[in-house]
DNA sequence: CGGCGCACCTGAGTGC
DNA sequence: TGCACTCAGGTGCGCC
C-alpha cells in the first residue's frame, strides 16, 4: 500500500499518541517479514525507553528513542501502524506490539509480510544511519531535488522513466501508483528513455512530483484525527486520482480512453494522446 | 555495470 | 460452493 504519502501521514498521526511516551513491553507475532524481526535485540533495546519522535526517510518510518536508539520500520505493501487501546481485539497479522506507559499500544500490522522492522541500537544508530542513507535515493521533499539534479543522474540510462522514478536507490519515496500519476500530469510518456529528458523536463517531472505528493499528503492529513485506533485504516486514503487503475476510462485532459501496459512487471496508465512516446 | 525478471507472502477478485 | 488462476501500491537478488 504505502508510498511517501501513505508514510508520512502515519508518521504525523503517529507522533501525538507517541512522542514521550515509555515502552513497557514488546511482543512479536514471532513470523518472520522481509527479514526476521530481531525479537531479543527488541526486547534488549526498547523496554523502558521513552520515544522522543517520529522521523520518516523515504519510506521508512524511525522510531527515535531517547537513548538515541531507532526502531526503523518499513510497511512493504500492506503494512499498518496504529495506535490502539489494550483492550482493543487484535487483528490478524499483528507483527509487532509496543506496550505504552498509558495502557495504548503500537500495533504494526502486515498481511503479506513485505515490511521490515529493525533496530539501531544507541551504540550503533550513528553508523547504521549513515549507511542506512547512503542507500537511499534523493528525497522528494529535500533541496538536492531538482531538475538537474535528475539530469545527472540519468546520464545515459536509456531505462524508461518510469521505472526510473521508482527505483528507490535514484528517488526515494514514489512507488507504482505516484509514478503514473507525476508522469501523466507531467505529461509524459512512462516509456521515455530517461537519457533523452532534457534539465526543463526534468524539473517539470521535479515541480509535478512535490505538488502531487504534497497534495496527497494533505488528503491523507484529514484523516489524521481518526487515527487513534484504526489501524491506519482511515489513515489511508486516495488522492484523487487521474490515471491508475483507470484504463478504458476518459482522459481528465482530452477524453481519449486511457491505455494499459505492463513496464517492468508494473501496471502502468497512460493517455497516448497527452503522453506522446 | 545496467536493466530485467523474479521471488518473497497473503488475500481479493474473477471465471469456469 | 469450490477451485484455479490472476493480480496487488515494495524491495532486493541473481542473471544476462
Same mark, same amino acid.
Given at each position: 500500500m504505502p508510498e511517501l504519502p501513505e508514510v508520512e501521514v502515519t508518521r504525523q498521526g503517529l507522533l501525538p499518541h507517541v512522542s514521550g511516551r515509555t515502552i513497557t513491553a514488546v511482543s512479536c507475532s514471532g513470523k518472520p517479514l522481509r527479514q526476521s524481526v530481531p525479537e531479543e535485540l527488541l526486547q534488549a533495546c526498547l523496554c523502558g525507553k521513552s520515544i522522543s519522535t517520529v522521523d520518516r526517510r523515504a519510506k521508512y518510518l524511525l522510531i527515535r528513542l531517547q537513548d538515541s536508539g531507532t526502531l526503523v520500520i518499513h510497511l512493504g505493501m500492506t503494512g499498518r501502524l496504529g495506535v490502539f487501546p489494550g483492550a482493543a481485539a #487484535?487483528?490478524? @497479522? $499483528? @507483527?509487532l506490539i509496543l506496550f505504552l506507559d498509558n495502557g495504548m499500544e503500537i500495533r504494526q500490522? $502486515?498481511?503479506r509480510r513485505f515490511g521490515s522492522i529493525a533496530l539501531w541500537p544507541s551504540e550503533q544508530a550513528k553508523e547504521l544511519e549513515q549507511e542506512f542513507v547512503s542507500r537511499q535515493g534523493i528525497e522528494p521533499f529535500s533541496r538536492e531535488f531538482t531538475g538537474s539534479a535528475l539530469l545527472q543522474l540519468a546520464g545515459k540510462s536509456r531505462q524508461p522513466v518510469k521505472n526510473f522514478l521508482m527505483d528507490a536507490h535514484r528517488i526515494s519515496g514514489i512507488g507504482n501508483i505516484y509514478a503514473n500519476e507525476i508522469l501523466f500530469a507531467a505529461g509524459l510518456h512512462p516509456q521515455t528513455p530517461a537519457n533523452t529528458l532534457s534539465e526543463q523536463q526534468w524539473q517539470q517531472v521535479v515541480d509535478t512530483a512535490v505538488r502531487i505528493l504534497t497534495k496527497a499528503i494533505e488528503a491523507g492529513g %484529514?484523516?489524521? %484525527? $481518526?487515527?487513534?485506533?484504526? =489501524?491506519?485504516? =482511515?489513515?489511508?486514503? #486516495?488522492l484523487q486520482l487521474a490515471v491508475y487503475g483507470k484504463e478504458g476510462?476518459?482522459?481528465p485532459r482530452c477524453g481519449l480512453a486511457l491505455e494499459k501496459s505492463v513496464i517492468a512487471g508494473r501496471a502502468t496508465f497512460f493517455c497516448s494522446c497527452c503522453q506522446p512516446l
Open positions: #487484535q487483528a490478524k @497479522h $499483528d @507483527h500490522n $502486515d498481511t %484529514s484523516t489524521i %484525527s $481518526d487515527f487513534l485506533g484504526a =489501524s491506519g485504516e =482511515s489513515g489511508y486514503f #486516495q476510462t476518459p482522459c
